[in-house]
């Protein structure tokens, strides 16, 4: 069984900063893709940005240039550094691994709220 813990959410204020992390916990293998999603209130949920193991990454057009997502490969952790928020951005964002051998994993999520 394996375990994606999500840390780091709070509240802040239009254009401040916050850094999300997750975590692997279990029995992880490896990890291939890593990733952040975000579900706002009434909305689907959207991808934010994804890294692969080899450190290639991908945003949403949105957050290009204010968001960025790294990965430690060793501590199988996933973090997402969210610069210039926008109180659109207020949601709840999930962190999600392809983990050997389990499949796509998904954290429980973490509340996200960008208001002054």
């Known amino acids: 069984q394996v375990q994606l813990v999500e840390s780091g959410g709070g509240l802040v204020q239009p254009g401040g900063s916050l850094k999300l992390s997750c975590a692997a916990s279990?029995?992880?293998?490896?990890?291939?893709?890593m990733g952040w999603y975000r579900q706002a209130p009434g909305k689907q949920r959207e991808l934010v940005a994804t890294?692969?193991?080899?450190?290639?990454?991908d945003y949403a057009d949105s957050v290009k240039g204010r968001f960025t997502i790294s990965r430690d490969n060793a501590k199988n952790t996933v973090s997402l550094q969210m610069n210039s928020l926008l109180p659109e951005e207020t949601a709840v964002y999930y962190c999600?691994?392809?983990?050997?051998?389990?499949?796509?994993?998904w954290g429980q999520g973490i509340q996200v709220t960008v208001s002054s």
């Open positions: 890294i692969t193991s080899s450190g290639s990454t």
């Open positions: 999600n691994a392809f983990v050997i051998p389990h499949g796509l994993v």
């Open positions: 279990g029995n992880v293998f490896s990890i291939n893709i």
